[in-house]
């Protein structure tokens, strides 16, 4: 049986259900113990990120032989223990770079335009033509280079953006990085110079809160900061903080630390441009994704080697 444990559906399920046994239910992740029950007999299991695919959720999986996670992150997901288990984990990574890339786009040019300010002030009958900041000739940070900030960068090349990134994992002589114009530096030189700091980073001890008022204090007043990576990685009620003091101009959130987030002040900052983590989400690359989920999926169930493994096994030793 496959089970797929939250909004993970499409023609390509569709098809796979006139082959195997599919439970989907778009709500299973947040029933631990109907979760367990089910994975007992499981040979698949499809999730997103609200899954906690954890070693304890593993250990009650006897017969279990592919993680498919749609999306980039893996930080929902036991990576060490699924190894460990001989479970084979797969992800369609890169494969919504361009739907990530051109949300955070959007989203600068939304915060930089006012966007969704004039648009509520005109369709209460008002014409405030407030003036707002261009994009092109800036200078455009990124906290991580990989592949939703280079799909970002590429974007950018229209822009005639300056193109700075701070990643410590990068090869500075990626030729990648030349052909798009990023210049890796360091932290403390994306944040002093950068007219709009865009976050691709996942959530790690070494990310988590690194944006926070220390280091917020070091960017420009006229900044604003996008967040496409993972919410953890902005101390919210610092950033809250320094929105009202004026020390940056403007923030857009596609994740948040919670999700759904419980609303608090950060919802009534007019500055600040909230969506509900769709950067990835759009119909192209869904079908990307769940071609290359469905693909493995079935790979590993005729135990041939997975394509797009991001553990450690490409077959499944179950």
Known sequence: ??????????????????????????????????????????????VRNRTKVTRELIAHSPQLKVIARAGVGLDNIDIQAADEAGIVVVAGLGANATSVGELTVGLAIAVLRNITELDASTHSGKWNRKSGRELSGSTWGMLGCGATARATAGLL??????????????????SRLKELGISLVSLDEVLANSDVVSIHLPSTPQTNGLLAADSIAKMKKTAIIV???????????????????????????????????????????????????????????????????????????????????????KVSVR
Request: glycine share 8%; net charge negative; with cysteine.
């Open 157 to 174: 090349k229209g822009f005639n953006c300056k193109i700075l990134s701070y990643d410590p994992f990068m090869d500075v002589n990626d």
């Open 1 to 46: 049986m496959i089970i797929v444990s939250e909004d993970v559906w499409g023609l390509q399920f569709e098809e796979l259900g006139t082959r195997h046994n599919i439970h989907y239910d778009p709500n299973l992740w947040s029933n631990k113990d109907q979760l367990i029950e089910l994975l007992s007999t499981a040979e698949a299991l499809v």
């Open 227 to 313: 967040n496409v990576g993972r919410g953890e990685v902005i101390n919210e009620n610092d950033l809250v903080d320094a929105l009202k003091k004026g020390e940056i101009a403007g923030a857009a959130l596609d994740v948040r630390a919670q999700e759904p987030p419980i609303s608090g002040e950060l919802e009534t900052l007019p500055q600040v441009l909230l969506t509900p983590h769709v950067a990835g989400i759009t119909v192209e690359s869904q079908d990307r994704i769940f071609d290359i989920l469905v693909g493995n999926i079935e790979l590993v169930l005729s135990s041939s080697p997975a394509t797009h493994a991001v553990g450690a096994h």
